[in-house]
């Protein structure tokens, strides 16, 4: 679900609730248990208060994924496994611990995502005489993860740019190569080297990014065909063998664990991390111009009626849940 300028996460969430309930009603079905995976304090809290008195499971994305890529016998069985989830919104990496599930360590920026990939496609084809809004530049990209070629066309001058993978690839090929600066900061942060790397969000569709990144890494891929819906089919079957959990949290470690070999280092260094914040600082301010100079989002509403009840939550088990 788009998520409208100005408008709450909770608003998508529900409207995709409401959808899947209409959609379940069209075939007869009912919906016994709503699932909902948040990344963060601050979506979970807005998520648990529009919900009210309604029953729903509220389960951290990493643990979800990491449950369902288990289901589908993806998941190494022993050591960590590195989760890049690059998706509209932005880019979250997680490194998991495979075999108790406990959460090394994770992060998220907004800097490399798929809505500034559309805003660059955006940017190219107008270069090019060719302009359109954000829904077909998003069509367009989507088509380049099917097929190595496709025709972009003006609506109003039929002006046509003929676009390819590697056009794509240019235009995207710094954003991509800063998240791998980043995932190796969290790596070093970490001081564990993963056995894998899971790339899952809707823009790891594109087979030139997760080369780009399997290559980058020198670590063996974990793909799903459909990575966008690895959170959501996960958080059903937690939701499925735990009906009775309000919310479903992961085990996160503050520290960094003691590494044989790695006594006494110093961690990264100051040049390190300079030269990623510049990095950054370029990246984000080249996307968010694009942004900002291509965006025609209304502002959305707010849900309506009083504030409903906090929704009451039990709490977190004293030890990791054997999901297997």
Not at 33 to 59: D, F, K, Y
Not at 92 to 118: F, K, M, N, P, W
Not at 159 to 167: A, E, G, I, Q
Not at 271 to 290: D, E, F, N, P
């Amino acid at each position: 679900m788009p998520r409208p300028s100005g408008a709450g996460v909770d608003e998508a969430v529900f409207e995709a609730v409401e959808l899947m309930r209409e959609a379940a009603t069209s075939r007869d079905e009912f919906v016994t248990g709503i699932a909902v995976t948040t990344r963060c304090a601050t979506h979970e809290e807005a998520i648990r208060a529009a919900a009210g008195r309604s029953r729903l499971t509220i389960v951290d994305e990493p643990l979800a994924q990491l449950r369902y890529l288990r289901f589908t016998e993806r998941l190494p069985a022993e050591g960590t496994v590195l989760i890049y989830d690059l998706g509209a919104s932005g880019l979250t990496v997680t490194q998991a611990d495979c075999r108790t599930d406990a959460i090394l360590a994770g992060r998220h920026s907004t800097v490399v995502c798929g809505d500034g990939h559309d805003a660059l496609l955006r940017w190219r084809l107008a270069h090019d005489g060719v302009a359109i809004d954000r829904p077909t530049s998003c069509a367009y990209k989507e088509a380049l993860t099917a097929s190595p070629v496709v025709t972009a066309s003006d609506p109003r001058t039929h002006t046509r740019v003929v676009l390819t993978r590697s056009d794509f690839h240019e235009l995207v090929a710094a954003g991509i190569h800063h998240s791998v600066s980043y995932v190796r900061q969290l790596i070093e942060e970490t001081g564990v080297t993963p056995q894998a790397v899971a790339l899952l969000g809707g823009c790891n569709r594109n087979p030139g990014i997760r080369t780009e990144v399997e290559t980058l890494l020198d670590l063996p891929a974990i793909y799903d065909p459909e990575p966008e819906f690895v959170s959501a089919r996960g958080a059903v079957l937690m939701a499925t063998q735990l009906p009775s959990a309000r919310r479903v949290r992961g085990v996160r470690f503050a520290g960094k664990p003691a590494t044989p070999g790695r006594a006494g280092a110093g961690g990264v260094s100051k040049r390190k991390l300079v030269a990623a914040a510049a990095v950054t600082a370029t990246l984000g301010a080249t996307v968010a111009g694009l942004l900002v100079l291509d965006h025609t989002s209304a502002p959305g509403g707010t849900r309506g009626g009083t504030g409903p009840s906090p929704m009451e939550v039990a709490g977190t088990p004293p030890k990791p849940v054997d999901t297997k």
